[in-house]
């Protein structure tokens, strides 16, 4: 029997769909370059050189870089110069095409089916509304000054939402940035959240950690990250320890579409691929990486499409449907566990505010966008399915939001009675114990702070 803690990874049938490489011989190479037959092979370096003259020229008769008015660059091609290539589109047009349960107008689409009980339908709208009125609370108590930093996920609650559920409890969460909201929907308490945002003593980063980057264990959510890229590596590396192990769970890991363009992509992505990982790595495909838009971002006709290159499966959903999103998430995570291997999913959706509290998008996008993308609001488009099927009334939906409403201001008012962590607190969690260098410098510190003139 194979001892996979020792092994070199499976072995991996070839992909069916890849293409061969292109076969090119040094007389194709002369003609690019634009040398005459002279009747002579000519040597590989003097069509190598005469490639790189016609290429050089190529691009110098494309026309000349300038800046324009706003300081963007912009190109300014001379007539008879050859046009881009245009991108080339996959095999398959239907291959990436959004997977969809519930339609922009509440209703399934007409090749579904109802799947889930009320009760869940319910669990999923609950955790959705949650989210949005956490938002909205969170953004006010950092307007007014009482809280430092937020990032809210206004717009992507279905695709929060939705992977949340497709979760475990025994399965691992690698969050990105925007991911608050699964810690909640696993049940994270309210007042801890409150807690860290504020900074306060009674939550175990003491204040030291930046609002919106806290970790808890006991709901196996990894501290959550801004830096761009970095939790990928770590998602790959925690489902090949499970693996290992033997464990019979998988990790669920996170990312934007701006993480796409990061070294740790490929890396994460290649590693898990050859391990054949428990790992799904779902994208929130947003369509901004803070001021970039997505068609800046890769020339690919997706980020799903990207998976081919890494050897797993590659499924592209519908990020303000919670149904398509559960579902295939479900599916992916399912195929981790029995050990087929990772996925990459890309859900499309929409940041409809800010990129944190700190970030005007008026600057780099137009109302004009944002209102269509609010007309495919996640959580309004379950509400009218569920009224559809009668699962939910405007009383029951008043109910659930007072509700929040009232959980949100106990915690608030509770942490805000909270003294602030003891400043000789900063010397304590560096080490399993304190140093004698560190215990040298917190004893300086309280004399000088004893000995300051009140």
């Not at 190598?48 to 494309?62: L, Q, Y």
């Not at 691929?273 to 970039?292: D, E, K, M, T, Y």
């Not at 295939?328 to 959706?349: C, F, M, N, Q, Y």
């Not at 805000?416 to 560096?430: G, N, Q, R």
Request: positive net charge; proline residues 4%.
């Amino acid at each position: 029997m194979r001892d996979d803690s020792t092994a070199g990874p499976p072995r991996q049938a070839a992909s069916p769909g890849r293409p061969k490489k292109k076969e090119s011989g040094n007389s194709s190479r002369g003609r690019a370059g634009g040398s005459k037959s002279s009747g002579k092979k000519s040597s590989g370096r003097s069509s190598k050189n005469g490639a790189r003259r016609g290429a050089s020229a190529n691009r110098r008769s494309s026309g000349s870089v300038s800046k324009n008015g706003k300081g963007a660059t912009s190109r300014s091609k001379s007539a008879g110069a050859a046009a881009p290539k245009a991108k080339e589109a996959d095999a398959d047009p239907q291959r990436f095409r959004p997977v969809q349960v519930l339609g922009e107008d509440g209703h399934l689409v007409s090749d579904a089916t109802l799947e889930e009980t009320p009760a869940m339908l319910l669990d999923l709208y609950r955790g959705m509304v949650k989210i949005r009125v956490l938002d909205g609370r969170m953004l006010n108590l950092q307007r007014q000054g009482r809280i430092g930093f937020y990032g809210q996920s206004t717009g992507q609650e279905a695709a929060i939402v939705g992977s949340a559920a497709a979760a475990t409890k025994e399965d691992w969460i690698v969050p990105a940035l925007r991911e608050m909201g699964v810690a909640v929907y696993r049940g994270y308490p309210l007042n801890l959240l409150v807690t860290q945002l504020a900074g306060k003593a009674g939550e175990v980063s003491q204040g030291r950690q930046m609002p919106c980057h806290f970790s808890w264990r006991a709901g196996k959510f990894v501290s959550m990250s801004s830096v761009i890229g970095t939790q990928i590596p770590h998602a790959a590396g925690m489902a090949r320890g499970m693996q290992i192990r033997g464990e019979q769970s998988a990790v669920l890991g996170f990312l934007g579409d701006g993480a796409t363009s990061s070294s740790d992509f490929h890396c994460g992505l290649n590693f898990a691929g050859v391990w054949r990982s428990p790992v799904v790595f779902l994208c929130q495909n947003n369509q901004w990486a803070i001021s970039v838009p997505f068609d800046k971002q890769t020339a690919s006709d997706s980020i799903a499409v990207k998976a081919d290159a890494y050897g797993m499966p590659g499924v592209r959903v519908d990020g303000n449907d919670v149904l398509a999103v559960y579902r295939e998430t479900h599916k992916a995570l399912g195929r981790a566990r029995s050990g087929g291997g990772p996925t990459l999913i890309e859900a499309l959706t929409y940041r409809r505010t800010g990129h944190s509290s700190s970030d005007d998008p008026t600057r780099y996008r137009s109302d004009e966008e944002v209102a269509t993308w609010e007309k495919r609001d996640p959580v309004e488009r379950l509400r009218r399915f569920l009224e559809f099927e009668g699962v939910l009334t405007k009383g029951q939906h008043d109910e659930m939001e007072e509700e929040m409403h009232r959980e949100i201001s106990e915690a608030t008012q509770a942490v805000e009675k909270l003294e602030d962590p003891a400043a000789e607190s900063l010397f304590e969690d560096v080490f399993a114990d304190v140093t004698a260098q560190l215990e040298d410098q917190r004893s300086g510190y309280l004399h000088y702070r004893n000995s300051k003139p009140s």
